[in-house]
């Protein structure tokens, strides 16, 4: 597989992409690609770092694995392409955004709009297997994601995680909370916000007066 990624995480991760595990991983996605349907198409695997370079960086979601129905990944976690349906845990986040900052909820579900203002979108793993929820975890990416959050953490700021669920609430550990920012809630997932673990949380207007405390720009949600 080659890695076709921006400079500034190709340089962060060259020590990632020249691992022993990360040729065996992309052994194994090229062999997918190739034989089975795979999500997202493969030029958008690294996409949400196209979309947001490290030197850019405001805010980390972290997701769990790509959608796994026909158009629907788009290599930005919780995101899918323009004109595809919300799935629920997407409905669920455009509720919150729409009860904590007044805002009309959009009708197309593709967050690049969120990426290009420097929110990397990251799931933990970056491929999946049509209608197999899972069929790419312990390949490898999980480890190559974690590195991305440690790289974020050790070279940059005040960057605001927003960990959601269980698994990502598992990341904390890889960030250095005396120099960012963690906000943690129940998963936007409808098993966990139907309980009361989602809604109410308003990260997106924490994240913007955490922004604006700092003198940077608030992110148009």
């Known amino acids: 597989m080659e890695v076709s990624i921006h400079h500034s995480w190709k340089m962060a991760l ?20 190739a034989t089975q349907t795979i999500y997202p198409p493969a030029r958008k695997i690294f996409a949400a770092f196209d979309a947001a370079p490290l030197n850019l960086v405001k805010v980390v979601i972290i997701g769990q694995d790509p959608y796994h129905g026909p158009g629907q990944a788009n290599g930005l976690c919780f995101s899918v392409a323009d004109g595809i349906p919300h799935p629920p845990s997407l409905k669920n986040i455009f509720k919150e955004i729409e009860a904590d900052l007044s805002l009309p909820i959009l009708e197309s579900g593709n967050l690049e709009r969120w990426a290009q203002q420097g929110v990397l979108l990251l799931n933990a793993v970056l491929t999946v297997r049509e209608s197999e929820a899972g069929s790419h975890a312990k390949k490898g990416w999980e ?12 070279e940059r700021e005040d960057v605001i995680f927003l960990l959601w669920g269980g698994f990502a609430k598992g990341k904390a550990k890889l960030i250095d909370n005396k120099k960012h920012h963690i906000l943690t809630s129940g998963h936007p997932s409808p098993l966990s916000a139907n309980r009361g673990y989602w809604f109410g949380n308003k990260h997106f207007s924490q994240v913007n007066e955490l922004l604006e405390g700092m003198d940077q720009e608030a992110i148009q949600w």
């Open 14 to 33: 060259q020590s990632e992409f020249d691992n022993d595990y990360f040729k065996d991983l992309s052994e194994f996605v090229k062999s997918e690609y």
């Open 143 to 154: 480890r190559f994601t974690d590195a991305v959050i440690k790289t974020i953490s050790q």
